[in-house]
């Protein structure tokens, strides 16, 4: 049942990792200078123990872990010991962690939130050199989640792509069928979206229905015009500079929210419609949202008659940008060759097959790989070609502090969703307030 206890947000979409140490010694846990021995790398090291420990914070449980890792990285590697560090609560929180000396080798957290996490904390590890002498092949990978990897480190490969996620359209069927609306297809444009999403928006039996919703916080991060939240040239939050803010709060918020009673109905709940109103309530017709639901909600998902299709689009062909989780290893780690290794196993076809199967969407560019995709879940009937249907819109440069960008453009968005202010100023409140987290970030990272 530990999928009902999984998070659902982004940021959502990560492990974590364990407590203890690797098999090779202490070290000062300076940034860029892991501790370990420098000799030679044993012709089969596997076969010599070693314990590699993850953590990330967001809270994943261990039976997460383990379905998703850990059970096939402990098949894999029978001879060493795998780990995973549970935050839940006081004492496993990254900055305690590091307080008692706590060390783990491998930091995982979805693309943004690594980035805020990792870098203020000084546990990154450029691996550049020992993905060269371990012959790990990148090219395998889709090249946008490395690209992206490496941009936000400054050319170097501060961790690893493990598994992604984007944006796809789940439907309620039930409520297309009640209203006599044909089922929306792949390859939906926005326009048809809305025009779908006015035939089901409505007030009937004293039941509000909204037609589309979205989760605002996972839009805004993989945003499909690829508008960055940062000048990283003048450090400055995008909001109120970059003339796309106001097209993708026209799109995404009033267009679909603003169809006949969409609005009134809103009101009446004071929030834009949710996770909990598509799956839960079941009055809402469309839901964009994660590909990853299929799992993490995979129980909760039982009481619906639902499906998916591809992300509706702007530009015909580009969906949502991807929402890679990166691994990297930590400069605390205590056997670089082993945790290199067991890295190296999670990018192959072997260990991105088992895992596309359950539904969980690879990082490979290969074919044979992505048609893995749903087969062992218990929604393999459904239409998981949507999940790559799109092309992924390009990822832009992010900074540190971009997780606190999307907290304040979100508050922007609900702002505008709900008629408390106009776009522009609603711009200009959210620019202010970025402006401000910003200047947080750096004065705690001098």
């Known amino acids: 049942m530990f999928k009902k206890r999984m998070m659902l947000l982004l940021a959502c979409m990560v492990t974590a990792g364990s407590l203890a140490a690797c098999s090779n010694g202490g070290g000062d846990g300076k940034a860029g200078e892991p501790s370990g021995d420098k000799g030679t790398t044993a012709k089969d090291i596997t076969k010599d123990p070693a314990e590699v420990v993850f953590y990330s914070n967001n809270g994943d449980p261990v039976e997460s872990f383990d379905y998703r890792f850990g059970n096939s990285l402990r098949k894999k590697f029978p001879n060493w010991t795998i780990k995973y560090i549970q935050r839940a609560g006081t004492g496993t929180n990254l900055d305690e962690l590091l307080a008692n000396g706590t060390k783990f080798d491998i930091f995982f957290q979805s693309i943004g939130n690594f980035e805020a996490q990792a870098f203020p904390a000084g546990i990154q590890y450029d691996m550049t050199e020992l993905i060269k002498s371990q012959k790990v092949d990148l090219s395998r990978l889709d090249q946008s989640v490395v690209d992206a990897v490496k941009q936000a480190s400054g050319g170097k490969l501060y961790g690893l792509p493990i598994f992604t996620s984007n944006l796809v359209t789940y439907y309620n069927k039930t409520l297309f069928d009640k209203f006599g609306v044909p089922y929306i297809k792949d390859g939906i444009t926005w326009t048809e979206m809305v025009e779908t999403s006015k ?7 004293g039941m509000q229905y909204f037609g589309f919703t979205h989760s605002p916080a996972h839009t805004m991060r993989m945003n499909p015009l690829s508008i960055p939240n940062v000048d990283l040239a003048s450090e400055t939050p995008t909001i109120n500079k970059d003339d796309r803010w106001k097209k993708y709060f026209q799109t995404y918020y009033l267009e679909p929210m603003r169809v006949p009673g969409y609005l009134d109905g809103m009101k009446k709940i004071n929030k834009i419609p949710d996770i909990n109103m598509f799956v839960k309530d079941q009055n809402v017709g469309m839901y964009g949202y994660l590909s990853s639901l299929i799992y993490v909600w995979e129980q ?8 998916i299709v591809s992300f509706p689009t702007v530009d015909k062909g580009i969906g949502s940008q991807s929402y890679p989780s990166y691994f ?21 076809d072997e260990f991105q097959s088992e895992m596309a199967r359950k539904g969980i969407m690879p990082v490979l560019s290969s074919d044979a790989v992505k048609k893995e995709l749903g087969k062992d879940s218990p929604y393999k ?15 832009p440069a992010k900074a540190p502090y971009d997780a606190e960008m999307v907290n ?3 508050t922007a968005g609900n702002n505008i969703a709900l008629d408390k202010m ?9 620019d202010e ?4 987290k910003v200047q947080e970030y750096k004065s705690k990272n001098k």
């Open 328 to 348: 990297g290893m930590t400069n605390m780690v205590r056997n670089k060759e082993a945790t290199m290794e067991v890295l190296k196993y999670m990018i192959s």
């Open 381 to 395: 009937d459904r239409n998981w070609n949507a999940v790559f249907y799109n092309k992924f819109a390009p990822i």
């Open 300 to 307: 909760e998902l039982k009481s619906l008659n639902w499906d």
């Open 422 to 430: 106009d776009i522009n100023t609603a711009l200009r409140s959210a």
């Open 199 to 205: 035939r089901l928006t409505r007030l009937e039996s």
């Open 408 to 410: 304040q453009y979100v």
């Open 433 to 436: 307030a970025a402006v401000k």
